[in-house]
């Protein structure tokens, strides 16, 4: 039996008409799509001024985990503290590197005069468990320990993320809450993998056909990061959605489409927030597929979407430390 499906905003269905889709990866595939070019960081720091700079922190096994740091470049002397977003890039734990969908929070830097630092984590299935998440916390700490060397303010960091970059970023603000350091002002999960048990309605209406994320798709991701892990032994820093306690956490904006995999897990994190006395703020996009505003920016619902999280950041953030 066909399970009914929300309807593509119209924009996004032209779009998306031109696009090869697939129902499901296989390691012989997902091989190809590594060797797939992205696109050059290069192209998208020529016409801003922004200072660069790339640097290695040992992970937790000592492998050095790369990070890129983009600072937004002054001329005219100031020295304020400025805010942090920490980014992880999205790629179903399995893909992308930290250039990937770094056009979103280079626009933070634009318009929040934020400083940007991108992780390079590992990828599974060659990293599995909590190793993902693990790179991720290291390169936060380092972020907290080195404030002052990259001219941030410790009080206004951010950590954000897109698709499983989102999932992490969840888990890395779960363990930074639990392990006491450092602080997060904020998080921003867009279209976040959260939950490896794919069993929501969303899951199910997504199956069995081709698309930009599916719920096949999505076991394999999740089985390639989780190994040989049995359910009872998933960490939720792994797969938040399992965490039984969401409280204490920094004001979260989530964002999904109404047409994709992952929607009821994001809705259903946000409400656990909500119930556990915190802040969130929720967004479904009405006929938003996986990832649209990444893949298709040039789309009036991208462009809403996209500036709508950038303003709820203004809003979250104070001016400076003090206010």
């Known amino acids: 039996m066909t399970t009914a499906r929300p309807a593509l905003d119209p924009g996004l269905r032209e779009l998306l008409a031109e696009m090869p889709l697939m129902s499901r990866l296989s390691p012989e595939v997902l091989a ?9 960081v290069e192209s998208l720091l020529a016409h801003r001024r922004v200072d660069r700079r ?9 492998v050095p985990i790369p990070l890129s740091v983009f600072s937004p470049a002054t001329t005219d002397g100031a020295t304020n503290a400025a805010p942090c977003v920490y980014w992880m890039h999205g790629g179903g734990m399995v893909m992308g590197d930290r250039f990937s969908q770094i056009d979103i929070p280079l626009e933070w830097l634009d318009e929040l005069g934020a400083v940007v630092v991108s992780v390079d984590y590992r990828l599974a299935p060659e990293a599995t468990g909590t190793a993902l998440v693990d790179d991720c916390y290291r390169g936060l700490l380092w ?19 897109a698709s499983a970059g989102g999932g992490l970023a969840a888990g890395v ?6 392990l006491g350091t450092p602080a997060i002002a904020a ?7 959260l939950d ?4 929501s309605t969303s899951s199910r209406q997504y199956s069995d056909g081709p698309g930009v994320w599916t719920r096949e798709m999505n076991e394999f991701g999740w089985r390639a ?3 040989d892990l049995a359910d009872g032994q998933v960490p939720e820093y792994v797969s938040p959605a399992l965490a039984d306690d969401l409280s204490g956490l920094p004001t979260t904006y989530l964002d999904t489409g109404s047409a994709e995999v992952f929607r009821d897990e994001v809705g259903d994190y946000a409400t656990r927030i909500w119930a556990a006395g915190g ?4 967004h479904v996009w009405a006929g938003g597929f996986h990832g649209f505003d990444a893949l298709y920016p040039q789309a009036p619902i991208s462009a809403t979407a996209r500036r709508t999280r950038t303003d709820w950041l203004a809003r979250v953030l104070p001016s400076d430390s003090a206010a």
Request: net charge negative.
């Open 32 to 40: 190809r799509l590594r060797q797939l070019p992205s696109v050059p």
């Open 187 to 193: 998080q921003t999960l867009i279209c976040p993998m």
């Open 196 to 199: 490896h048990r794919n069993t």
């Open 225 to 227: 990061v989780l190994g």
């Open 173 to 178: 603000t779960l363990l930074a809450r639990d």
């Open 279 to 282: 802040q969130a703020e929720l």
């Open 143 to 161: 972020i907290a320990e080195h404030s002052a060397e990259l001219g941030i303010d410790p009080a206004r960091i951010v950590v954000a993320g």
């Open 54 to 62: 790339e640097i290695t922190v040992p992970a937790k096994d000592g």
